[in-house]
């Protein structure tokens, strides 16, 4: 008959099914996880593949998130030693994936700056409760450490009884990381009101060696394949990305070609070059960049304009 040392040391050392809490913050974070990557790879199939940069942070993201998805529930069946990893990680990721939003929003990434969308509000608010469930999840005290068996540091005993305090943690990162994404979503353009750039006089600006066309404050003019002869099929998110330019505008001397403009759907008034709706990129930041130039986003590709038409 076993005695109760015997039993005692069983117990401490064999791995017992985890409790509801546990099961229900893994499967959660999880699906949270899964969820923002697929928003991802919505927007990298439909267009952010092109964007320079951005379009390879974009697919690791993708993989990122699916694959730590996964780890987080191959973890599940029982709490072993170790298992606060893959939550601890997948914690990180969508705090991590969060903030290279925001920095987007506010002072653009790589040439890119992102503006106010559904999916981006929706996938920042996603990643804020995946933090929470996998930051709590990753806390949990460890149900088998087979102390007896394996030597063990102090520090990982220490994260295998859990992390005494760490709610109160986890919510005030959370409180920080909301109030962070609400001030970036109301400071970042709307898609509801696109605000047409400034029109004035044309100038004419060299960019890898070509003549390009730039409005009154030096920023590129680009052009929008999918439009028609003068008429615009740019709105809501994409005049986001895309200004329309303000007409009329004045030609600089010895650029051929012909500003007019049209009227938008909301009533305002856009230039055209050669029948072609005029834009700017939020992309572009100062006189020379052309950030925007061969893209495909938003629905089409886009063109910069040179003195050739």
Same mark, same amino acid.
């Given at each position: 008959?076993p ?8 117990e401490?050392s064999?791995?017992?099914?985890p409790?509801?809490p546990a099961?229900?913050?893994r499967?959660s ?6 969820a923002?990557?697929?928003?991802h790879l919505?927007?990298y199939?439909?267009g ?7 379009g390879?942070l974009f697919l ?5 998130g ?8 191959a973890t599940?069946?029982r709490l072993?030693k170790?298992?606060?990893?893959a939550?601890?990680a997948?914690a990180?990721?969508?705090l991590?994936t ?6 987007s929003v506010?002072?653009g990434l790589?040439?890119f ?8 509000i ?9 933090f929470?469930?996998l930051?709590?999840?990753a806390a ?12 063990h540091s102090?520090?990982?005993d220490r994260?295998?009884d859990?992390?005494p305090?760490?709610?109160v943690?986890v919510g ?5 990381a ?5 001030i970036a979503v109301?400071g970042?353009?709307?898609?509801t ?6 029109? %004035? ?6 960019i890898?060696?070509?003549? $390009?066309? !730039?409005?009154?404050?030096g920023?590129? &003019? +680009? /052009? ?15 005049a986001?990305?895309w ?6 505008l ?5 650029v051929? %070609?012909t500003f007019?403009t ?6 305002? $008034?856009? !230039? ?5 709706? &005029? +834009? /700017?990129y939020?992309?572009d930041?100062g006189?020379g ?11 089409g ?6 003195t050739?038409?």
């Open positions: 008959m005695t109760a040392t015997a039993r005692a040391a069983k401490h064999e791995p017992t099914a409790s509801w099961v229900a913050l499967v974070g999880a699906a949270l996880l899964i923002t990557a697929a928003i919505d927007l199939v439909t952010y593949r092109t964007i320079p940069t951005i390879w690791l993201q993708v993989i990122a699916f694959g730590l998805g996964i780890a987080v529930l599940g069946g072993i170790g298992g606060w990893l939550p601890a997948g990180g990721f969508a991590a969060l903030g290279g939003y925001l920095l506010w002072i790589f040439g700056k992102e503006v106010r969308t559904t999916a981006g929706v996938a920042g608010i996603i990643e804020v409760v995946a929470v469930a930051a709590m999840l949990l005290p460890g149900a088998a450490r087979h102390r007896a068996q394996q030597p102090p520090l990982l994260l295998q859990g992390v305090g760490a709610a943690g005030a990162i959370a409180v920080v909301l109030l962070l994404l609400g109301a970042a353009g709307s898609t009101a696109p605000a047409a750039t400034a029109g %004035g006089n044309v100038q004419v600006v060299t890898s060696g070509a003549s $390009v066309l !730039a409005n009154s404050k920023l590129t &003019l +680009y /052009t929008f394949a999918p439009d028609p002869a003068n008429k615009s099929v740019c709105y809501g998110s994409c986001q990305y200004p329309p330019v303000k007409g009329p004045t030609a600089p001397s010895g051929s %070609g007019a049209i009227k938008r759907t909301d009533g305002t $008034v856009q !230039a055209t070059f050669n029948g072609h709706p &005029l +834009y /700017t939020v992309g930041s006189k960049q052309a950030h925007g130039n061969n893209l495909n986003l938003n629905g590709l886009w063109h910069e304009v040179t050739s038409g």
